[in-house]
């Protein structure tokens, strides 16, 4: 079955504490993997869009990584303000199937 | 700059009302999609559309129904609502091709009591 995972499912850091969120898929086909953070009671805004293995995107603190099953999205010393729920999603075909999220929290 | 609007921010109903939800795009993208978010669910996409009056089914279209009658509008109807459908919905717009990016709108918050 075609399916796409987020781990950790939330993940504490202290401020500068660098580390990754893990988007997995088994998806056939694949067209594009997106990243997304998303604010609590807000739409999902749009980060990055990775379309072959071994491409990599950069905005700011955060840097998107792809291989042929997992995408990473690395967060470099970050801030409070990164705080936030991270989705990714991957288009294939037609389709476009979100994975779960995970939950960061920055803490000061 | 991108801009997704959605009709409402909040909005409470009653079991049994028929439900219209607004989105409106101003990039004039084809494709235009309607999802629920849920905690523990994630997002699910209920219909999308590729262009106008055109409409696709998507993971979760049971009691919902679309229209799109023009680009930048598309519209989703609860057409008797229920408890069970009371959610955050999102609609997003997009383009599939070399940007394949989607665009969200702030999200609806619907209770149906």
């Known amino acids: 079955e075609d399916q796409v995972t987020q781990s950790p499912e939330a993940l504490r850091l202290q401020e500068g504490e660098s580390s990754s969120l893990n988007c997995s898929y088994t998806?056939?086909?694949?067209?594009?993997l997106f990243w997304y953070r998303q604010d609590p009671g807000k739409g999902p805004e749009f980060l990055f869009t990775l379309y072959s293995a071994g491409e990599e995107k950069e905005k700011e603190r955060l840097k998107a990584t792809l291989t042929k099953k997992e995408s990473f999205l690395h967060i470099t010393a970050p801030k409070p303000e990164d705080s936030a729920t991270y989705l990714c999603a991957v288009g294939y075909g037609q389709n476009f199937v979100f994975g779960p999220g995970t939950r960061l929290s920055v803490l000061p | 700059d991108v801009k997704v609007t959605q009709s409402s921010r909040y909005l409470v109903k009653r079991t049994g009302e028929k439900v219209f939800l607004e989105c409106v795009q101003d990039?004039?993208?084809?494709?235009m999609f309607w999802y629920r978010q849920d905690p523990g669910l994630g997002l699910r996409l209920i219909y999308f559309s590729y262009d106008v009056k055109m409409k696709e089914k998507g993971d979760i279209p049971e009691g919902y129904s679309v229209s799109r009658e023009k680009k930048e509008r598309f519209s989703l109807i609860l057409e008797s609502a229920s408890t069970n459908q009371t959610s955050m919905y999102l609609c997003?717009?997009?383009?599939?091709?070399?940007?394949?990016?989607?665009?969200f709108g702030p999200g609806t918050r619907l209770t149906v009591l």
């Open positions: 998806v056939s086909g694949l067209r594009g």
């Open positions: 997003a717009s997009g383009t599939w091709g070399s940007t394949d990016t989607q665009y």
């Open positions: 990039m004039d993208h084809e494709n």
